[in-house]
């Protein structure tokens, strides 16, 4: 034996004896939540950071669907800690008889401990099934708790999830409730700073689905934020504002039905327009992918008006059923589900898998609009003649969705003339700019990397597809280019609109595998031309090409509205009037020159490389959609794309104040 191979046994063996039982690591208690974040909250970013809030609200909206809430209060600090306060019953501080400590330490300490898994705590629930709070507590760098119980205001604190004191009453206190403040580890999370927007966004949409409770939101950062909601209404007063731009054809349809542990709430109503909504919770939680209850819902729906149309005669003994894109054209509809023990198809709960919530709901909605239809005669013969019409434009939309099919299925040259491809055939490497015009298009040829930057002039503004239907929208010269430039075609069918992988997977004339740039640039001047300009082409991409924002590939470009040169070899550049002050008092020289930027075709090559395009230097403002927007997103786009004026007019008043980029002449 050579003494090549002894060492080559002797590194072997040393190997072998240093795997022994020590090296078998033993997480402990919430050591595990804070050595892997990810596999409890998601990750250790932001969506883990706004995980820990929703686990703490989610508990007080537990107490309110149990009946024993009507208010809860989320703050947040200037040390960047943050608060939820309700008035339910307050977590038990009793002695745990298996622990032998307070059960309020068991349920913050303590991994799938709560009021959750039987013995008469909850009977629906959201969260993390008894994870949650605990995981707030465990990636916390301080967490206290006080609870009013007993007549006694009960507090214990803890320091990275492990308990300081015992449970201790500190003073006397009316009423019940429990107050959980913390503040996020800098240690086990990479963001600590929360996204106000998200969370008054999650309110919202708990205001929504528990009308019987009001949701204050106080923001110490920016006390103008602080707000408060409540909607009486509920889910009807959620497709009413999903519908305020709109024209809609009746008031909104509602029923609520109960069956066994089931309890089921629907709200629907149609509108002239073309576009459908078809927004899912269960307990609470919203399914941006949907599941059995949306699928019992669309068969409910299909079945319902197709037995209603033949009863009433108005589909004739030779004219075919009304498919479930007919009978959902213009449909805006809310299906809030609560029932025991839900499963789902992943952690973060996107899609509800629970099988018989299928055919539960399929009878609850079919009984609910048969009793509806029958009642009201006028309003069911306006939503079969809505049905009629779209059965009778979908051949026409079929047709042209499939020419454009073909066209983005062909090669290189069946692609726009105006498109200047790049030279780069690998799509994870490739990005397109959308710009305006021919000049812009003449200034971003000269300043981009051929190799990998594709650019596609727009001319003038796209067609509004809010305001028309499918075929209409495709027989747009500037909409074809744009489908045919990425290759993956649209989605147009409502059933395509509650489902991410049946979107994703070569149905419905869209396939994202064929998306031929990773990356999709919309890049307008700063001015009130191009913000039109670029709402259009978010308002196209958000209606029939929803994963591309879903997965992340539309972006927004930042181009700077002013340049500064300091003598013949300085440059700087602002994007907005306070940059350029910055800039201005920071120089204190002479000889200082500043220009405004008119458009991107009047930059030069330079300029625009530098700024905007270059990826070492550029910024770039990605388009994601979070799920406690799905509904504020679709009231935006109501107000602001709709049929109807007089809520676009009193959007821009009542938000003039806020407005940035305003276009303006310096």
């Known amino acids: 034996m050579n003494n090549e191979e002894l060492n080559v046994k002797s590194v072997s063996a040393k190997i072998e004896n240093a795997y022994t039982a020590d090296s078998i690591q033993v997480l402990e208690g919430l050591e595990a939540v804070r050595k892997r974040p990810g596999m409890y909250v998601g990750d250790n970013g932001k969506r883990g950071l706004h995980q820990l809030f929703r686990e703490a609200i989610d508990n007080s909206v537990d107490e309110a669907l149990a009946g024993h809430c009507n208010e809860i209060s989320v703050q947040l600090y200037e040390d960047g800690s943050i608060s939820v306060d309700d008035n339910g019953r307050g977590i038990p501080v009793d002695i745990h008889e298996k622990h032998g400590v307070s059960a309020l330490q068991v349920v913050m300490t303590t991994l799938h401990a709560g009021g959750k898994f039987g013995g008469g705590g909850y009977k629906v629930s959201g969260g993390l099934h008894g994870v949650g709070v605990s995981c707030t507590n465990a990636l916390s760098e301080w967490c206290e708790v006080q609870v009013k119980r007993s007549g006694k205001l009960w507090y214990q604190r803890y320091h990275q999830g492990f308990p300081q004191d015992p449970v201790a009453p500190i003073a006397d206190a009316e009423g019940t409730g ?114 059995t209850h949306v699928s019992g819902f669309s068969t409910a729906l299909t079945r319902v008006l197709n037995s209603y149309a033949r009863k009433m005669n108005f589909l004739k003994e030779k004219d075919k059923n009304f498919t479930s894109d007919d009978v959902a054209d213009g449909l805006t509809a809310v299906i809030s589900l609560k029932l025991e023990n839900p499963s789902y198809n992943s952690q973060d709960k996107v899609k509800l898998m629970t099988p018989e919530a299928q055919g539960v709901t399929n009878s609850l909605v079919g009984d609910g609009l048969n009793t509806f239809l029958e009642e009201n005669p006028q309003v069911a013969k306006r939503v079969i003649d809505k049905a009629l019409l779209a059965q009778r434009a979908r051949e026409a939309a079929k047709k042209a969705a499939e020419a454009v099919k073909r066209s983005s299925a062909m090669d290189s040259f069946g692609l726009p003339g105006k498109l200047a491809d790049c030279v780069s055939k690998n799509s994870e490497e490739c990005e397109i700019f959308l710009v305006e015009g021919d000049s812009a298009g003449g200034s971003a040829k000269s300043a981009r990397d051929r190799l990998t930057q594709a650019i596609l002039p727009l001319k003038g503004k796209i067609l509004n597809v809010e305001r028309a239907r499918v075929d209409k929208a495709l027989d747009n010269d500037e909409i074809k ?33 064929k998306l031929r740039y990773s990356k999709v640039i919309i890049m307008t001047d700063a001015d009130v031309d191009g913000e039109h300009i670029r709402t259009l082409l978010l308002t196209f991409f958000y209606r029939y090409m929803k994963p591309l924002i879903e997965n992340g590939n539309i972006y927004l470009a930042q181009p700077p509205l002013f340049v500064v040169k300091v003598g013949s070899n300085e440059r700087y550049y602002a994007a907005d009037e306070e940059e350029l002050d910055d800039i201005l008092k920071g120089l204190k020289k002479k000889n200082v020159q500043v220009t405004r930027f008119k458009g991107l075709g009047e930059m030069n090559a330079d300029d625009l490389e530098d700024t905007t395009m270059n990826p070492a230097n550029r910024k770039l403002l990605q388009i994601k959609l979070e799920p406690e927007f799905m509904a504020e997103v679709e009231i935006m786009f109501s107000k602001l794309m709709g049929e109807k004026v007089e809520p676009r007019r009193n959007f821009i008043q009542n938000h003039a104040k806020e407005a940035l980029d305003i276009d303006w002449h310096y």
């Not at 489908?483 to 419905?508: K, Q, W, Y």
């Open 481 to 513: 280019s744009l489908i045919a430039a990425l290759g993956v075609g649209i989605c147009i069918s409502s059933e395509s609109l509650s489902n991410f992988e049946e979107r994703t997977n070569g149905r419905d004339h869209f396939d994202l595998s």
């Open 178 to 291: 429990t107050f959980i403040k913390w503040k996020p580890d800098s240690t086990a999370l990479t963001c600590v700073e929360y996204d106000s927007a998200i969370i008054k966004g999650r309110l919202r949409e708990l205001a929504y689905l528990n009308p019987d409770v009001i949701f204050h939101f106080i923001n110490d950062l920016k006390p103008e934020e602080t707000d408060t909601f409540h909607f009486s209404k509920g889910i009807q007063q959620l497709v009413e504002d999903m519908n305020e731009g709109k024209d809609v054809l009746h008031k909104v349809i509602y029923f609520h039905r109960e069956r066994d542990t089931y309890d089921l709430e629907v709200a629907l109503q149609y509108h002239t327009g073309f576009n459908n909504t078809i927004i899912a919770f269960s307990n609470n939680i919203h399914q941006p992918d949907g599941g």
